[in-house]
């Protein structure tokens, strides 16, 4: 099983339309989770850490199971600006500080 | 907003050569981590260092790879002799604290090309 696994899409969606990624991971001992995005070419950009009580940054809200270890990033009011790549990623050693990232979901928000 | 900044954008280097990434990580920032992305797979984990040693390093961070910060400011990646499976994007990141909340950030990367 791969540590981090994501449905890599790609996902095309008109704008404003409402959009779920998923992921799940290997290690139930994995202690953070995030989401980044990466636009073509460029650098991962954290967009949010993920909690275990689920947490909401405007149009964006993250959700942690660690019983299904299972992440979720749910986007509404898709903007053509949130066309991009995003990026699972879990610290899965308690003390370690090496991210393991999935390949990725490639969304479209098409006008 | 402080940022992370990585010289050069684009680096060319025929096989067998050394290559120096150099990285200013974010100034009050204490770990410091490469990461490679190879043209269309995932980000991987190199190495992190703290407190001028490594504290990990993956299975790619072979004897060829070594990591410095020989001031106060820049963190280098020093490939040795290069081949030409490390053709990649190499990403520099740094985070104040770590373990469970510790937000890695990352600069815009060296693309390095082996030719």
């Known amino acids: 099983r791969k540590e981090v696994e994501q449905d890599p899409g790609p996902f095309n969606v008109p704008e404003g339309a409402t959009v779920a990624f998923n992921c799940t991971y290997s290690?139930?001992?994995?202690?953070?989770f995030f989401w980044y995005r990466q636009d073509c070419r460029k650098e991962p950009k954290l967009l949010m850490s993920v909690y275990s009580s689920g947490n909401e940054d405007g149009r964006f809200t993250a959700q942690l199971n660690r019983a299904s270890q299972y992440i979720s990033l749910l986007i509404r009011d898709s903007k053509l600006s949130d066309s991009a790549t995003y990026l699972c990623v879990v610290n899965m050693r308690p003390g370690a500080n090496n991210l393991f990232f999935g390949t990725g979901t490639r969304l479209t928000v098409i006008p | 907003e402080p940022e992370v900044t990585q010289t050069p954008s684009h680096q060319v280097t025929q096989m067998g050569q050394e290559v120096i990434l150099r990285c200013v990580p974010i100034?009050?920032?204490?770990?410091f981590y490469w990461y490679r992305q190879i043209l269309g797979q995932k980000v991987e984990f190199l190495v992190s260092?703290?407190?001028?040693?490594?504290?990990?390093k993956s299975e790619i961070f072979d004897d060829q790879f070594s990591v410095e910060r020989p001031d106060g400011s820049n963190f280098t990646l020093k490939i040795r002799s290069t081949k030409l499976e490390d053709s990649a994007m190499y990403f520099c990141?740094?985070?104040?604290?770590?373990?469970?909340?510790?937000?890695?950030?990352f600069g815009p990367g060296t693309r390095l090309t082996v030719t």
């Open positions: 990141a740094s985070t104040v604290i770590q373990g469970a909340r510790g937000e890695q950030y």
């Open positions: 260092f703290y407190n001028n040693e490594i504290s990990e």
């Open positions: 100034s009050n920032h204490l770990y």
């Open positions: 290690n139930s001992a994995s202690q953070s």
